[in-house]
């Protein structure tokens, strides 16, 4: 094939056909693009340009079907399903691609549900329902619990893809005694979607935590209970949000709903009159009715079980968090704040809570400093006044987060035996931004976790199928990321040393990034120190480098709200709040994590290490857990990709789409299977398809089997490029091509030996047609002339004596006509003249 790929500012890669042959040592491959133009490109022997797969290849339902298995031909294969066919799922080998359309399709009905129910994962079109089956059907054949593991940046199409998920279990498992337990499973998406998502400048529904529900089955394979974890809520977007960015739905629900009677109560109002959801500037999502989708958020939370006393608990700490927000914090010089007991919000604030206003307004601009000698109370500045403020509004919401993810899974637990389950990860994607903090140093280090298992399963699976088919192993080289996973997590690791400096009283971002510096700068070559900035860090990732600023760490890291705040927190009588800030931890479901929720305490005066446990050593233990859970299950991926920034339905941005194919694996995968054999053929595959290059004598063998070995073994003659199988053909890479080009030469000779032969029939048949006219016109001219000749000269003397008969007659009939006139003019005259004769007689 003379097609290749060539880079491309604009398109990533096009396409260009060869028009002179490549010779050894050519310095210049002479091309023409698909719009004529002509194009010398420079080209290295060492890395000549990719080549394009045949036609019949393109559009392949799987990847790593392509004969050329690279990134153009990736992207290539995705646009053509995706722009032409309007085909949003593609497999790459165990991996689903999922591109969102941004379009509501029909294709999740539950006819189509049903109809991939019981179907192996090939025989029907890529769906997300066929993971799902593939799962569930593993799950019951191996007795082993399942994970389905979706993953993709924000705006990509996670959450909806985990959705239909759970919905697909939810259908095919459905048991007639236990009909309510299906439908409270889908009742905690929309309970969660609304405390957790947000909207974001990339996606409007942004899962702003990570998910994993573990769906419980019995020995029927029917659900009987759920139960969820979840990863890094991000707290801070409770008390700021960027341009064109909302805060948490259920704010802008509960504002949307305040008129109504059952929320007077709470003495809301608009979105706009409440900082902590005005200052995005957006606070409505076109298409969005908040209103509905606060009446539909309650009857999910009625759906669990959880009744109207208990929903207006949640609403009311929901309603004091923005109360608490407005509550106006004056500057008193340079050093102190104060706080005006008449404050509206502050006084609605403490009487929702149920708290001493006093108190709340002198400790949110006071702090109390204790030492191992005395006490000290000092007074804040306003910033300092307004972060504690802050910081207790972001523990508060977080403490509800978790309050109502266990009290769904106290809807959602059984009493029976779990036999199997099927876990359901909705986790956030590599996150690369122009601003990267805390939280996308997190998330990108939870997917250096996730993406290191990945490339371990599918190493393991690939080295099982060559087992399987006792294929001679090769140990195939493929991207292990440890190495930036240690530099994260290990002992001295960027974590640990954030830890530490969080343990020092005057501990500071500025002096952790410095140590840093010290440790890894030109030490380890993954971490690299900006040339113009001291105040950020690199860190090379598995998807690409990502500069993090080191402002707010150490603050977002430690997580603490002052110790007075939390006391006056504990003494309040309202029961849920109150609750929150206990001591002890507060267990409401035997069958999930519990919520462990202690006051921040100075270091000095806590012994216990658990109270001063950090966020990112929670997360990284939370991290560990998921992964030993993962690593228990059989693991099934979906990468979901953003195709444009725009929200456009079905346009394809082949950079945006690059980018997201190098971060999330799939060209991993694709790397791994290049290495070896990446086209696999089963015998009857094969015969079928190239059986026309096969002779009449290799035909006439009675084993198909044999059959592929003889006629491969003819066609190439390197065997090296082919490994027989059990049950397969493996071929490495271009080898299928060549055999396509084979097949192709095969028909284009057939088909010029038929168009030959038609041709031939043709002309041949116009021909006769031709003849048969002659013959005809030649029959009716000689009767014609056969008719004159046979005239005899009887039959001419008739035709003279009719023509004399006919003068003859014609004469006697016009003389006696001429007759009668005369007598009759005779006669006239005669009277005539007698009349004349008598009247001039008469005159005389």
């Given at each position: 094939y ?11 890669w ?10 050894a ?5 002479h ?12 080209v ?8 394009r797969?045949p ?25 053509v ?17 999922a ?9 999740y ?8 129910s ?19 059907k ?18 990509a ?10 919905r697909?279990f939810?259908?095919?498992s459905?048991s ?13 998406n929309?309970?969660t979607?609304a ?13 702003r ?21 979840t990863?890094l ?19 802008y629900?509960?504002?949307a ?9 709470l ?10 959801t ?8 076109e ?16 759906l ?5 006393d ?14 608490l927000?407005n ?23 403490c009487?929702?809570?149920d ?22 109370i ?27 993810v266990e ?21 956030y994607?590599?996150e ?17 976790k996730?993406?290191?298992q990945?490339n ?15 294929i ?15 530099l ?8 640990d ?27 380890n ?16 990732h ?44 507060v ?21 216990n290490?658990q ?8 997360f990284?233990?939370?991290l560990?857990?998921l ?5 228990a299950t059989t693991?099934?991926?979906v ?9 456009l339905?079905?346009?394809f941005d ?10 999330c ?7 791994i299977?290049?290495?070896s054999?990446?086209s ?5 595959e ?14 006439s ?46 028909l284009?000779?057939?088909?010029i030996?038929?168009?030959k ?9 116009k ?15 000689r ?17 003279w ?7 003859y ?11 009668l ?7 006239i ?9 008598r ?6």
């Amino acid at each position: 094939y003379n097609r290749v790929w060539i880079p491309d500012t604009e398109e990533v890669w096009q396409s260009a056909e060869i028009t002179k042959n490549y010779k050894a040592g050519d310095r210049f491959l002479h091309v023409q693009l698909e719009d004529g133009t002509e194009l010398k490109y420079p080209v290295d022997p060492a890395a000549l340009p990719p080549l394009r797969n045949p036609d019949i290849l393109v559009g392949e339902n799987d990847l790593t079907a392509l004969s050329y298995l690279h990134e153009p031909a990736v992207l290539h294969n995705l646009k053509v399903r995706f722009v032409e066919s309007k085909l949003i799922y593609t497999y790459s080998g165990i991996i689903l691609v999922a591109i969102n359309p941004y379009k509501q399709l029909p294709i999740y009905g539950d006819a189509i549900i049903h109809a991939y129910s019981g179907q192996n994962m090939g025989d029907m079109d890529p769906h997300i329902f066929a993971v799902a089956e593939e799962a569930y059907k593993q799950m019951a054949r191996n007795n082993k619990n399942q994970s389905i593991i979706v993953s993709g940046e924000s705006g990509a199409g996670k959450t909806v893809s985990a959705r239909y998920t759970m919905r697909y279990f939810a259908t095919v498992s459905k048991s007639s005694s236990n009909a309510h337990v299906e439908d409270k499973v889908l009742a905690s998406n929309p309970i969660t979607e609304a405390v957790g998502n947000a909207k974001t400048t990339r996606n409007d529904n942004s899962s702003r935590f990570g998910k994993y529900t573990e769906i419980s089955f019995d020995q029927s394979y029917q659900i009987i209970g759920a139960n969820m974890r979840t990863y890094l809520l991000e707290k801070s977007r409770v008390v700021f949000q960027s341009e064109n960015e909302r805060n948490y739905h259920i704010f802008y629900q509960l504002c949307a709903s305040a008129m109504q009677p059952e929320f007077k109560h709470l003495k809301l109002g608009s979105a706009e009159e409440f900082n902590y959801t005005r200052m995005g500037g957006s606070t409505v999502i076109e298409g969005v009715d908040d209103r509905a989708n606060m009446v539909e958020t309650q009857k999910t939370f009625a759906l669990l079980g959880l009744k109207g006393d208990f929903q207006m608990d949640v609403f009311k700490m929901l309603a004091a968090i923005l109360h608490l927000g407005n509550v106006e914090i004056k500057a008193v010089g340079d050093e102190r704040s104060s706080i005006s007991l008449e404050d509206k919000h502050l006084n609605i604030f403490c009487e929702l809570l149920d708290l001493n206003c006093d108190k709340m307004a002198q400790w949110l601009c006071h702090r109390k400093i204790i030492t191992t000698s005395e006490t000290v109370i000092k007074p804040m500045t306003r910033a300092q006044a307004v972060n504690a403020r802050d910081a207790l509004a972001k523990k508060i919401y977080s403490h509800l987060f978790d309050f109502i993810v266990e009290r769904i899974n106290q809807a959602l637990q059984f009493l029976g035996k779990q036999h199997t389950f099927i876990g359901v990860l909705d986790i956030y994607g590599f996150e690369t931004f122009d601003v990267n903090s805390f939280e996308q140093f997190c998330i990108n280090y939870a997917n250096e976790k996730l993406q290191q298992q990945f490339n371990l399963h599918v190493f393991k699976l690939e080295q099982e199928e060559y087992m399987k088919e006792d294929i001679p192993w090769t140990l195939i080289d493929f991207y292990d990321n440890q190495t930036v996973i240690d530099l994260i997590e290990a002992k001295m690791g960027i974590l640990d040393l954030l830890d530490e400096e969080c343990l020092l009283p005057h501990g500071t971002d500025e002096n952790w990034l410095q140590k840093l510096y010290n440790n890894f700068v030109n030490k380890n070559a993954l971490f690299e120190k900006p040339r113009m900035s001291n105040r950020s860090f690199i860190i090379q990732h598995f998807a690409d480098k990502v500069e993090y600023k080191c402002e707010g760490f150490l603050e977002k890291n430690r997580d603490t709200v002052h110790e007075v705040l939390t006391e006056i927190l504990k003494e309040s009588k309202f029961h849920l709040c109150a609750n929150f800030f206990q001591d002890n931890p507060v267990s409401v479901s035997p069958f999930s994590s519990t919520i462990n929720i202690k006051s921040a305490r100075p270091v000095l005066k806590s012994p216990n290490k658990q109270l001063r446990m950090t966020v990112g050593s929670k997360f990284r233990s939370s991290l560990s857990l998921l992964m030993v859970t993962l690593n228990a299950t059989t693991p099934h991926y979906v990468r979901c990709i953003k195709p444009n920034d725009e929200k456009l339905p079905f346009e394809f941005d082949s950079k945006r789409v690059t980018q997201q194919l190098r971060a999330c694996g799939v060209l991993e995968t694709i790397r791994i299977s290049a290495q070896s054999y990446p086209s696999r053929w089963t015998y009857l595959e094969f015969f079928s398809r190239y059986s026309i290059l096969m002779t009449q004598q290799e035909l006439s063998i009675n084993d198909k089997k044999q059959i592929c070995k003889t006629v491969l073994q003819r066609l190439i003659q390197d065997h090296n490029q082919y490994q027989f199988g059990r049950t397969k053909i493996f071929f490495r890479a271009g080898q299928v091509a060549y055999l396509e080009k084979l097949r192709s030469d095969k028909l284009r000779h057939a088909c010029i030996v038929i168009q030959k032969r038609v041709r031939g029939w043709l002309q041949q048949k116009k021909f006769l047609r031709l003849k048969q006219a002659a013959i005809t016109i030649q029959q009716y001219f000689r009767g014609q002339r056969t008719v004159r000749q046979a005239i005899t000269a009887r039959t001419l003397k008739q035709t003279w004596a009719a023509i004399i008969i006919q003068k003859y007659c014609r004469g006697y009939l016009v003389r006696r006509l001429c007759q009668l006139i005369h007598v009759a003019a005779v006669t006239i005259q005669a009277y005539t003249r007698g009349f004349l004769a008598r009247k001039k007689y008469r005159k005389v």
